[in-house]
């Protein structure tokens, strides 16, 4: 655990705040379930439960993806946006996503339809926080047209299924943790997860078949710097 240990301890919490922000970390980085990272925190001499890590994760994954949000660099003016289906107790729920140009994911939003009033929904979320863009690109899904020519007039809209691969991609972590957690059990559940998720992997996943061994090495010695800046800042 690299944290310092001179951190102040969270007032109220019976371990450190590094053991917390690892306990964060781990669970968010790789595809690991709260006993895996159980098992972790024991051999480290740091005996807690399961569901002790669950909450850990559920109360400080959000102070990060807010941390990692208020400092991350202004987005690309291409934005790619897809949805795709998420069962939620027998319930087909939908996640709206979209990343930009970079492939760093903007913003998510789970919805209950898939239909031109979601779109308008989450497309109004995603201007409000980063402005219009200059490209759009979607699937063919005719729901995006009416929102996009009402919220961003001046954006080309390009609807082309060949075109959206860059989005495509951002889906497969999501499957991923979906499988290892037994499926999301409520659209809240899944909306704070994937938050947080999304944009904790947007800094410690940078695309390492456009970096050197230098590059990809200095970018994850910087994304750990952040996340000990951003443990410092945590508070109960």
């Not at 991350?72 to 140009?101: F, T």
């Amino acid at each position: 655990m690299k944290i310092p240990a001179e951190m102040p301890r969270l007032k109220g919490y019976r371990f450190p705040r590094e053991v917390v922000a690892y306990a964060v970390w781990v669970y968010h980085r790789f595809a690991l379930s709260a006993a895996d990272v159980e098992d972790l925190l024991a051999e480290r001499g740091v005996i807690v439960s399961r569901e002790t890590v669950r909450k850990w994760v559920n109360r400080f994954g959000q102070h990060f993806a807010r941390c990692v949000k208020r400092d991350r660099p202004a987005a690309a003016d291409k934005w790619h946006l897809d949805e795709v289906v998420i069962p939620i107790n027998g319930v087909k729920m939908w996640l709206w996503r979209a990343v930009d140009g970079n492939g760093d994911v903007l913003d998510m939003l789970v919805q209950p339809r898939r239909n031109a009033k979601a779109a308008k929904r989450f497309l109004r979320q995603l201007i409000a926080r980063f402005g219009q863009p200059r490209v759009i690109i979607t699937d063919k899904l005719r729901s995006y047209i009416k929102p996009i020519h009402q919220l961003a007039p001046d954006a080309h809209h390009r609807a082309h299924k060949g075109l959206n691969n860059r989005i495509e991609g951002s889906h497969r972590p999501t499957r991923k943790r979906e499988k290892i957690m037994g499926r999301f059990k409520s659209p809240r559940q899944a909306q704070r997860f994937l938050a947080a998720h999304d944009q904790i992997n947007t800094v410690f996943r940078p695309r390492r078949y456009q970096l050197s061994a230098y590059s990809y090495r200095h970018a994850r010695a910087d994304a750990f710097g952040l996340w000990e800046d951003y443990a410092a800042e945590m508070a109960a």
